[in-house]
Nanobody
Framework: QVQLVESGGGLVQAGGSLRLSCAAS????????MGWFRQAPEKEREFVAA????????TYADSVKGRFTISRDNAKNTVYLQMNSLKPEDTAVYYC?????????????????WGQGTQVTVSS
């Protein structure tokens, strides 16, 4: 398993932007499909975006499509989530996750490695 550490969360006003990073340790990062999930208080964890090991396949939740962009840099062992036009309903703890299958998976159960999360708060 890779070890994952998220960063870049914070407090931002509605309409603003944040860029989350997820740094991975270990030599096998480039084989992993990577995903971003989020969990708001008293809600279940939900899928946000995913990217395959090659970066060719990318999927988004409908709620973030057109506003968020997932990308990866395998040379830096890092995956990113650029979040624009943020809304108060985007407030949540954001987690990155790794799937050794290499695919861009929607379901959280497909992922075998998880970070500790980073808080994103969007004020109205």
């Amino acid at each position: 398993q890779v070890q994952l550490v998220e960063s870049g969360g914070g407090l931002v006003q509605a309409g603003g932007s944040l860029r989350l990073s997820c740094a991975a340790s270990g030599p096998t990062f480039s084989r992993y499909g990577m995903g971003w999930f989020r969990q708001a208080p008293e809600k279940e964890r939900e899928f946000v975006a995913a990217i395959s090991w090659s970066g060719i396949t990318i999927t988004y939740a409908d709620s973030v499509k057109g506003r968020f962009t997932i990308s990866r840099d395998n040379a830096k062992n890092t995956v990113y989530l650029q979040m624009n036009s943020l809304k108060p309903e985007d407030t949540a703890v954001y987690y990155c996750a790794g799937d050794l299958s290499g695919r861009a998976e929607y379901g959280s159960r497909k992922y075998d490695s998880w970070g500790q999360g980073t808080q994103v708060t969007v004020s109205s």
